[in-house]
């Protein structure tokens, strides 16, 4: 069983910046795909930003330019930079992680956290 923790939400005003840190177990290394997510409250989730196995970033247009999903071979996570933020960011933040079709603990749609809240101030 895969777990997949989340961590770095808060508070920010317009314009501002947040880091969020997603850490799975085991290494990032061996998941096909990982990915940031979002729901706001009344709305479906929502994709932010991908990144799969070497492949190149996917992100939603309205992230485009402001938000970065990249892999910290350090400290073992999946990292979404959030710059010039916005107070429609404003959202439960989650992380998706996907494991081969092939492997033991394969589950389809893959592995989720249980979310860090992002709040922007207008």
């Known amino acids: 069983q895969v777990q997949v923790v989340e961590s770095g939400g808060g508070l920010v005003q317009t314009g501002g910046s947040l880091t969020l840190s997603c850490s799975p177990s085991g290494s990032i290394f061996r998941f096909r795909s990982m990915g940031w997510y979002r729901q706001a409250p009344g709305q479906q989730r929502e994709l932010v930003a991908t990144l799969r196995l070497g492949g190149s970033p996917n992100y939603a247009d309205s992230v485009k330019g402001r938000f970065a999903i990249s892999r910290d071979h350090i400290k073992n996570a999946v990292l979404l930079q959030m710059n010039s933020m916005k107070p429609e960011d404003t959202a439960r933040y989650y992380c998706?992680?996907?494991?081969?079709?092939?492997?033991?603990?394969?589950?389809?749609?893959?592995?989720w956290g249980q979310g860090t809240q992002v709040t922007v101030s207008s």
């Open positions: 998706n992680a996907e494991v081969p079709p092939d492997y033991s603990d394969y589950v389809a749609g893959g592995y």
